[in-house]
T-cell receptor, first 114, second 114 residues
Framework: ETGVTQTPRHLVMGMTNKKSLKCEQH?????MYWYKQSAKKPLELMFV???????ENNSVPSRFSPECPNSSHLFLHLHTLQPEDSALYLC?????????????FGSGTQLSVL | KNQVEQSPQSLIILEGKNCTLQ??????????LRWYKQDTGRGPVSLTI?????NTKSNGRYTATLDADTKQSSLHITASQLSDSASYIC?????????????FGGGTRLMVKP
């Protein structure tokens, strides 16, 4: 248990659905991240939040919309996704954004878009 | 362009044997190099973090080495166990921020057989 909890663990959705992924960290960290892990590809950074403020949007399509209501919670709202968006979505947190900070990952949400 | 290349892509060994995974990187500027273990269907878990001045670091049966001159790192696993079956990901950090200046390798998938 890393202290970062993601729900749901698995999600199947159609291209016209709207769904949300949830991440909660119990570590008192100030920075939270969304990563995408596609099959046989390296992890790709999507969004970075520091003290509830978005500080990075890594050229992610607008059909992905993050929300960080407080430093412990992070959401990823999904709408009109494409089949190529099927992947493992990982949330991570770190104490701060310093270069030597360790990232703590959740177990991920395995998303399938039909 | 920053890149992290890992080899081999996959590896099968017998329980109790040792193995070494390789990581080559072209990342600049260099801040630190990390090794993560990712079990199937789970998020990555940090094994080691090494800065420029460190050339070896151990975590139990895992020993990572770093040669900053040749830009190579290795992860040596001693007396492998079935629970070592996982993907091992090499990650290189550049810049001053932890989350948005990480370059991920594609991982080595290790399978330990009885």
């Amino acid at each position: 248990e890393t202290g970062v909890t993601q729900t749901p663990r698995h999600l199947v959705m159609g291209m016209t659905n709207k769904k949300s992924l949830k991440c909660e960290q119990h570590l008192g960290h100030n920075a939270m991240y969304w990563y995408k892990q596609s099959a046989k590809k390296p992890l790709e950074l999507m969004f970075v939040y520091s003290l509830e403020e978005r500080v990075e949007n890594n050229s992610v399509p607008s059909r992905f919309s993050p929300e960080c209501p407080n430093s412990s919670h992070l959401f990823l709202h999904l709408h009109t996704l494409q089949p190529e968006d099927s992947a493992l979505y990982l949330c991570a947190s770190s104490q701060d954004r310093g270069t030597n900070e360790k990232l703590f990952f959740g177990s991920g949400t395995q998303l399938s878009v039909l | 362009k920053n890149q992290v290349e890992q080899s081999p892509q996959s590896l099968i060994i017998l329980e109790g044997k040792n193995c070494t995974l390789q990581c080559n990187y072209t990342v600049s500027p260099f801040s630190n190099l990390r090794w993560y273990k990712q079990d199937t269907g789970r998020g990555p878990v940090s094994l080691t973090i090494m800065t420029f001045s460190e050339n070896t670091k151990s975590n139990g049966r895992y020993t990572a080495t770093l040669d900053a001159d040749t830009k190579q790192s290795s992860l040596h696993i001693t007396a492998s166990q079935l629970s070592d079956s996982a993907s091992y990901i090499c990650v290189v950090s550049s810049g001053i921020n932890a989350g948005n200046m990480l370059t991920f390798g594609g991982g080595t998938r290790l399978m330990v057989k009885p």
